[in-house]
Structure formats: C-alpha cells, structure tokens
C-alpha cells in the first residue's frame, strides 16, 4: 500500500507548486520514498519537484501521449514508491478542449483522488459552494480532500473548516500567509536561484508544511493499493539491439540546454547508447549517430556558447557529414547565425540555419502541436518569448490541438531538423525515420 494523489486547484496561481514542493521535502525528510509527476508538458517545475524528492519527476500529458502510455508511465514510476504525488496544471478542469487533458481527466484515468488547493485570501465561508461545485461537477473526479493557501490565521482556518464540514469536504490544514514562500517568476516559468537558494526555499516549505498540514490524515485518506508494474504491455515492438535499432545517441544537457522530458532519454537509452555533453564546457562532440540539442536557456549563456569555436566547429562538421540531429526551441537558436540578447547585443552562433534570433520585443508564443513528416506523426508543446529573422520555408505544416494550422516552422538542412516544438517521441517506434531522404 502506498500513498497517491493528484494536487488540484481552482486556478493557476492557487499555490499548487508551493504545495507541492512542501510536501515533498516534508515526506522525504521522514523517510519516506517520494516521486512526484507533473500534469501537462511544462518542464521546469520538474526540476524543482527534483531536487525536493531527491527522485526523477515525470510528465503525464494526454494530448502528448496515449491513455495507454500515461498509465503504463505511471505505474512504472509509481509502484516502488510510499507516495506518489502529481502536480496537476492550470485549473483542475482546465484543458486543451474543456477537460480533455485537464487535471481532472488525468486523475479519473488513474484512478487517484484529488487534493484540492484552494487560495483563501480574503474568503471565508464562501469557500463552501466554491468547493461543493469541484467536488460534484463530476461524480467521477474523486476530490478527497482540501488543503487552503495563504490563510491569515487560525481563526481564519477554523471559519474554513466550517464551511468544510457543511459541504463534507475532508480540510486537511493549511499553508499560511507568508512572504517568503512567494516565488518570482522568469519568462518561461517561476525561478528560485541564486537570490532564493532553493534548499532555504524548499525547507521552509516543508517546515510550514509539517506545522500547518495534517499529514497522517493525508496519507491515509489517499493510500491506494500499488499495482506491480509489468514492462512492454503496451503492445510496443521488442527493441533489437542488432544492426540499425542501435543508436550511439549524443544529448546536449548542461545550464543553457536541459528542457527534456525524462522518458524521452529513456526511448534512447532502450534503443542504445546515451552520453551527455556541454555545448558550453566541452570542445567537441561525443562519438554518435543521433544528436539531441533540447531547449532552455540560451538567452542566459550566449557569450560562453558563442566563444566556444571548438564546439560549434563540431557540430557545423557532424552536421555536413550527414549526421541526424534533433534540435528543439533554444537548440534550434544555437543553429542560427546569430542570437540578440534583450538587450539588443548580437553573438554568432552555428549558421546551420540561416536566420536570426532574438530576445528583443518578447511575446509569448505557446499551445501544443502537432504534425506528420516522413510518415512519423509527431507531438509536442511550444513555448517561448524569442522570435526570427527568417526567410527559410518549414518542411512541414504544424497544427494546434483543435487542428488549425499554426504559423510555427519545422527547418531542415541536410539530417539536421530544427524547430520550436517540444517533441514527446517516447511512444514512437520509429522516430529515426524523421531523417528519411525526402
């Protein structure tokens, strides 16, 4: 038996993440084995849901994935585990078409009930029809429970508490008012660095947590058999690692380059080799025959990535030889001729593709995505404030999630393909044939 549930909110910005973060300190400073998941395709509370667990965060997404995959993913990760926690994204109802790929879809399809956060600033009784509408819109989205953010003080937790009997809501405690959990934000996400170490952040968190939130009460009222994980039901072919199957796969992954989704380096690794290199620290590229440059954040890195000459020497060669290489959002702006910082200082880069990139004028682009090239049907998520200076024709057209065409390019040259897109390809059995001849 362990502990699983999925942490839901009324809205972004009701202190899911904050939460989150908490109660993984606070449990794994128990001793407790604690991995967390993320709803939807953001990539960077991950890695702060990481370094509170001390275990790899995965994403659940059910537009990037199939049902089929999402489960299995799950399952895997969650068996071995005392709790299991998953961050849900946006609104708990909120998806990409009214709940398809909501929080609460994801939760119903896992069949783990739903821990309500709910913000109470400047509320008190009427948090009752508020949470008596979450909990029966849909009979079969189990909301268990409700822990309330940014609550003034005991007697304003004993007034919610009232209104969590009157509608039989199980209140489960409390994060206070409290300034210094307020995480700034930075353009693709919220930010805890330097000027808010995260271990300080991180355990005052789970110190609040452990003060204000019940939980024993928690863990009990969301333990849940854990189902033994049985590897390859899903139907997928067997991997040979005879001949073409095996890939010597050569995967970008230091402070400028490491927005990845963690099952798509274990694709690789089932299907070959995996070794890691700095486009900042390092002089060349490792031994492969499939190169991954993933987005981050090159914005912050670019007289280090522009001065390294050795690097972009071996890319530029690998790249003319005829190398596969995948490159995704700030990796494509590596491939550029040049990238302007915001404020407004141009560094070259590789002139695999010739266009510019640049900081200035930032708007934010986003949405998922989708497209089909050379056979393969591909997903993924945009996400960025830069844009281009360009003239190149896309390979391919890319569609949103309701199937409109989107302006959103897909660049080729030679086997080096490059765009915007965050790619999900941990389902595809044949991601190589992208670099098909055309």
Not at 12 to 26: E, P, Q
Not at 270 to 296: C, E, M, N, W
Not at 345 to 363: G, R, V, W
Request: contains cysteine.
């Amino acid at each position: 038996m362990g502990s699983q549930f999925l942490i839901g909110a009324v809205h972004s910005g009701s202190g899911k993440t904050i939460l989150t973060l908490g109660l993984l300190k606070a449990l794994r400073n128990r001793g407790l084995v604690v991995h967390s998941f993320k709803s939807g395709p953001d990539y960077i509370d991950t890695k702060f849901h990481e370094r509170a667990s001390g275990n790899k965060t995965i994403n659940l997404d059910l537009f990037l994935a199939s049902a089929n995959h999402v489960q299995e993913t799950y399952r895997k990760h969650a068996s071995p585990c005392d709790v299991a926690i998953t961050e849900g994204v946006m609104g708990l109802f909120d998806g990409y078409e009214k709940m398809e790929g909501s929080s609460a879809q994801l939760a119903r399809m896992l069949d783990i009930p739903v821990i309500l956060v709910v913000n109470a600033k400047s509320m008190a009784y009427s948090v009752a029809p508020l949470m008596y509408g979450f909990m029966n819109f849909r009979k079969d989205v189990h909301v268990a429970g409700v822990i309330f953010n940014w609550v003034g003080s005991d007697s304003h937790y004993a007034f919610l508490k009232e209104a969590c009997d009157d509608v039989g809501l199980a209140p489960l405690g409390y994060l206070p008012k409290n300034k210094k959990l307020e995480i700034p934000s930075r353009h693709l996400g919220l930010k805890i660095d330097l000027e808010t170490p995260f271990d300080i952040f991180a355990d005052h968190a789970a110190a609040l947590v452990e003060e204000h939130v019940d939980l024993d009460g928690l863990l009990t009222l969301t333990r849940k058999e854990n189902r033994p994980f049985l590897a390859n039901n899903t139907g997928r072919k067997a991997i040979s690692r005879e001949g073409d199957s095996f890939i010597q796969s050569a995967v970008a992954f230091d402070e400028a380059f490491n927005f990845m989704y963690h099952e798509n380096i274990e694709y690789l690794k089932q299907r070959g080799t995996v070794a890691f290199f700095s486009p900042i620290h390092d002089k060349k590229l490792p031994d492969a025959d499939f190169v991954y440059l993933p987005g981050g954040y090159p914005e912050l890195y670019l007289k280090p990535l522009s001065d390294n000459t050795d690097m972009k020497d071996s890319i530029r060669r690998y790249v003319e030889q005829g190398g596969r290489l995948l490159a995704e959002c700030g990796g494509m702006l590596y491939l550029s001729s040049s990238m302007t910082d915001e404020n407004g200082k141009e560094y070259p880069m590789l002139s695999i593709f010739n266009q510019k990139a640049t900081m200035q004028n930032a708007k934010l682009t986003l949405g998922y995505r989708k497209f089909e090239y050379n056979g393969v049907k591909m997903k993924g998520h945009e996400f960025h404030y830069s844009s281009l200076e360009s003239n190149l024709e896309s390979i391919t057209k890319q569609y949103s999630a309701a199937s409109k065409p989107v302006d959103t390019k897909l660049l080729r040259y030679k086997n080096a393909i490059a765009g915007y897109t965050h790619l999900y390809w941990a389902e595809t059995d044949n991601l190589m044939d992208l670099f098909q001849n055309r």
